[in-house]
């Protein structure tokens, strides 16, 4: 890492990946893309005839002159398509390191519009989706309260 | 006793950043779950609120968030209120010159914290209502960082206002009020239910510095090993926290055992040993105690001075050199530990330390506790750059 990195963190990893309907790829579905800290980023793609689609990382530079602060970025994207909106990914990002999402390999999602939302934590960032994508989820703490 | 697990504790705090950046509140009663099994109570009227910024459960205000819980099944009896701090919380707190302001509950504290706390207070409220409605028996207060500065306000808060047994825990938190804030809160809480935790090299605890103090002010607090002597960012994050507590199953086996405990004697002999000089965390821990004992001890009960409300260190400060120079002119002891005090300062900020009962006049004891202030900040601020480029901190 080059000095220049220095305080370059990433608030959403790039990812790639196919939207389908039933099972089958959805072209023209719109993603928009909003991930927070501190303030609202927002972008968005459109799929391509196979369902395909890719969003590019979200970095930003981060020196601040106040305390170390904790690593906290919320992470959305929604899909939008024939009028209806489906709540893709939802998730709260831990770690400044890009591909954090995915235990270090590029982000690569399936994602079928008709599932179920489910929560999966991986390196401490808890995800919300109907994606499904090849990382292993941490594992499950024991709880011993008292 | 009813206090939680270090582990559960640091997981909490640790977990409240995510739980307060959940998109609704289902989602964050979801995470709770999976994380902790089925121990929180999501009720109708959480369900009836949403979108009314989250309900009950969540509050809100610019400079920091919280999360609020009542316990089910194991946790039956039992409330949580968990603090996170932000950015904004964290502005000034390492300037020479402190903003004061007084708590809801009459107390000289750091006036960020103070507002920060202060615009929690209606939602803090309703949920105390929500509290005696359901059984509670103890109210737990967690925070790592900042939060853990909230947790303490609102642990003293819950015991002052609705004298009910509130628990303490905190990871990496910074100094939250003067010594009788502090003082307020070892008694009122009581030291065996407050948990402050910190790694070796968190610099954090340091901030802001003297006249700033921690509580308990017994001095039992729950001390984590971190490698090396430079403070870094890395061990002020709270996943290392949630790691080093997490093969505790108490709360004793984490407790301080000083090698040299700050009893009156060993601050004597502290205050007239040469001792190398410089700013060290340990140097500033002594001469903290050793101001105390000199207000305390030397001039019968002056703690107030440091204690009252002030608007600033600044105004704290002259008024400090203002009793010390008193103390100067009384005669025997009282102003021999002054001169003892005032070399000891000197030779912490790398001055000429051959001072004199004569040469402490007014104006020079003004000019060494600036020196101290300013010395012991840029020191702090050293650390703390360092800690944003090594652990890559935001």
Not at chain 1, 81 to 98: D, I, L, T
Request: aromatic share 12%.
């Amino acid at each position: 890492m080059g000095l220049s990195d220095v305080g370059k963190v990433c608030l959403f990893s790039g990812m790639t990946g196919v939207i389908k309907l039933d099972g089958k790829p959805v072209s023209g579905a719109k993603l928009v893309r909003v991930v927070n800290k501190e303030k609202d980023i927002t972008d968005e793609v459109i799929t391509d005839e196979k369902g395909y689609f890719e969003f590019k990382p979200i970095y930003s530079r981060t020196i601040t002159k106040f305390l170390p602060m904790e690593f906290v970025v919320s992470q959305k994207i929604d899909v939008f398509y024939k009028g209806a909106k489906y709540e893709m990914w939802s998730g709260v990002k831990r770690e400044p390191e890009e591909n954090t999402e995915s235990r270090g390999a590029p982000l690569v999602i399936e994602c079928e519009l008709t599932a179920e939302e489910e929560l999966k934590i991986v390196n401490g960032t808890s995800i919300f989706s109907l994606c499904k994508w090849d990382a292993e989820p941490d594992p499950k703490e024991e709880n011993i309260f008292f | 006793m009813d206090e939680i697990r270090p582990s559960f504790s640091a997981r909490l705090a640790r977990d409240v950043y995510a739980l307060t950046e959940q998109s609704t509140l289902e989602r964050a009663f979801v995470f709770l779950k999976s994380r902790y099994g089925d121990v929180f109570l999501f009720d109708e009227e959480n369900d009836l609120l949403k979108g009314k910024s989250g309900g009950l459960s969540l509050l809100k205000c610019r400079t920091a968030f919280g999360f609020t819980l009542i316990g089910k099944g194991v946790l039956e009896g039992h409330a949580f209120i968990l603090f996170r701090g932000t950015a904004y919380i964290a502005d000034g707190l390492t300037d020479a010159n402190v903003s004061i302001s007084t708590s809801t509950t009459g107390k000289s504290i750091h006036d960020g914290f103070n507002k920060s706390f202060k615009s929690m207070e209606p939602q803090l409220i309703q949920f105390m209502d929500k509290v005696a409605s359901h059984n509670i028996r103890v109210v737990h207060c967690i925070g790592h960082s900042l939060g853990g500065a909230l947790a303490t306000i609102c642990g003293e808060w819950i015991k002052n206002l609705y004298h009910r047994t509130a628990f303490v825990y905190s990871f990496g938190s910074p100094r939250v009020g003067l010594h009788a804030f502090a003082n307020a809160v070892t008694t009122n809480v009581g030291e065996n239910k407050i948990f402050r935790a910190y790694h070796k090299t968190d610099i954090v605890p340091c901030v802001p510095t003297w006249p700033f103090y921690h509580a308990p002010v017994t001095e039992r607090d729950y001390f984590l090993y971190s490698p090396g002597i430079i403070p870094l960012g890395e061990y002020h994050k709270i996943k290392n926290y949630v790691s080093s507590v997490s093969n505790y199953t108490g709360w004793a086996g984490l407790m301080y055992q000083p090698a040299v405990a700050k009893d009156e004697e060993s601050i004597k002999r502290w205050l007239r040993e040469d001792g190398p000089g410089g700013v060290t965390v340990s140097a500033l821990d002594w001469l903290e105690g050793a101001i105390k004992f000199v207000l305390e001890k030397a001039f019968k009960g002056a703690l107030w001075v440091i204690s009252t409300t002030f608007s600033t260190t600044f105004t704290l400060l002259d008024k400090l050199a203002y009793m010390l120079h008193k103390g100067v002119e009384l005669a025997g002891e009282a102003s021999m530990w002054v001169v003892y005090l005032v070399r000891k300062i000197l030779r912490i900020i790398g001055g000429q330390d051959k001072v004199e009962k004569e040469n402490l006049t007014l104006g020079f004891l003004r000019y060494v506790f600036q020196r101290l202030m300013n010395r012991v900040n840029q020191y702090v601020k050293d650390a703390l750059s360092n800690m944003l480029v090594d652990g890559r901190a935001i």
